[in-house]
């Protein structure tokens, strides 16, 4: 939500920095997915390839990988469930 913004709440890429730590830390793939994407794109970061495919290998290997896309295409982000 923070990461692309919505109607009622701005981007913010510090605070999607935050809440995505957060979530990855507790194992979540949907927080690995979206670090792995700041990470990526060096939104609120600097770039680290390295580091995006880290995180991205940590949500592959739970079995879902999460693909954040533009908000202007009508869902924030879809996944791929692999089990």
Known sequence: MYLEGTDAVSS???TALR????AAEQGSPVGQSGL???????????KDPSKALQYFSMAAEQGTL?????RYIHRP?????FR
């Not at 982000?77 to 469930?81: C, D, E, K, L």
Request: proline share 7%; hydrophobic share 45%.
């Open 36 to 46: 792995g994407l700041m990470y990526l794109t060096g939104r609120g970061l600097p």
């Open 77 to 81: 982000y879809f996944f791929f469930s």
């Open 66 to 70: 999460y693909f954040f896309i533009p």
């Open 19 to 22: 809440w995505f730590t957060r």
């Open 12 to 14: 913010d890429n510090a």
